[in-house]
């Protein structure tokens, strides 16, 4: 088989809904997707759904199909890519307290999210001097793309979101006044969240990226975008670009940040065990391990195989996303 040609569907999604009943779905949901040989991760809360999965177009078309069969996610939609390789290694359905973590109870998206602004209207806003245009993804996301004139919260986890807007409205911050303030994420997710955020606090003119980075790149035109480099994904592709082609980036399989150039030609980077974010972190122990880990799944790509190698005791992975996008909570 051409290993090059897209065979496997990567689907995006999520929905701010009511589910009181959220954790009888997990066993049902996690049945169909086994069944249908779709791997990824959905993750299910009082507040909604949120996930990606990932495999052949008629299992994922099957997960969508029963979805969509609870009226409750009627208004469920999602994003899709093609790739040539499965980007995720096993399926999980977890139940959380949250879909996106954000740690501020009483927000609810589902009715109090900030006005939708289509990919085709965003340029238009962003341009507006008036506007502050923040970029409510975190620190390692934002380092390898975003928008011109974005603020960077410099933040490690959304749960940090709060706390910047606390300091930034503050006399002499970007959010004193309460301005006007268009937000972006990947996917969509965090906006409708951060948004909540803000109008809870008593900003008026609030608004958001309909479909989040991803719908922009896949809807605008390269020649009239706005955007500058790659986007962050939390699966195998590591990161997008304009029309969803593959980026330039690989992921440290120690650490799991994104490498670029820069970072792939460092000596401190050696595949599998270590890179400039994470060298020096490990013991030597630790670091034999990950070596071992590395040749494992190169003898398994030889045969045609997977190697799932277990995380090492003391490696957590620096951003495994529960607090992130849809998909987020995916480690491969």
Request: glycine share 10%; charged share 25%.
């Amino acid at each position: 088989m051409d290993t090059d040609t897209p065979r496997f569907l990567t689907v995006a999604l999520y929905q701010f809904v009511d589910l009181p009943d959220f954790a009888a779905l997990r066993a049902p949901l996690q049945d169909l997707c086994d069944a249908q040989g779709v791997r990824g991760m959905l993750l299910l809360a009082p507040e909604g759904i949120n996930g990606t999965i990932a495999g052949e177009e008629p299992g994922v078309r099957a997960v969508l199909a029963w979805l969509h069969g609870d009226a409750r996610f009627a208004r469920l939609q999602h994003k899709e890519a093609y790739a040539a390789r499965m980007p995720f290694y096993r399926m999980r359905v977890r139940l959380k307290r949250e879909i996106v973590t954000l740690g501020v109870p009483g927000l609810n998206p589902a009715r109090n999210a900030g006005t939708y602004v289509k990919p085709q209207d965003w340029n238009a806003l962003i341009a507006d001097p008036g506007v502050v245009v923040v970029d409510t993804r975190n620190d390692y996301e934002v380092g390898i793309g975003s928008f011109a004139r974005a603020v960077n919260p410099h933040t490690r986890t959304f749960a940090e979101f709060p706390a910047w807007v606390a300091r930034e409205s503050e006399p002499g911050g970007v959010l004193a006044g309460k301005p006007s303030v268009a937000m972006f994420c990947t996917g969509g997710i965090r906006c409708e969240k951060s948004t909540a955020l803000l109008r809870s606090q008593g900003f008026d003119d609030v608004y958001h990226l309909e479909g989040g980075i991803l719908k922009y790149l896949e809807t605008v035109p390269e020649q009239e975008s706005l955007w500058h480099g790659d986007c962050f994904v939390f699966d195998e592709r590591v990161s997008v670009g304009h029309g969803l082609a593959p980026g330039h980036h690989q992921l440290c399989r120690s650490c799991r940040m994104p490498l670029g150039d820069a970072e792939l030609q460092s000596p401190h980077y050696v595949p599998g065990v270590s890179c400039p974010y994470c060298h020096g972190t490990r013991t030597p122990e630790q670091e034999r391990a990950l070596a071992e880990r590395e040749r494992q799944m190169q003898l398994a790509a030889l045969r045609g195989a997977e190697h799932i190698g277990a995380r090492q005791p003391g490696t957590p992975a620096r951003h495994t996303g529960t607090d992130d996008e849809p998909h987020g909570d995916n480690t491969p």
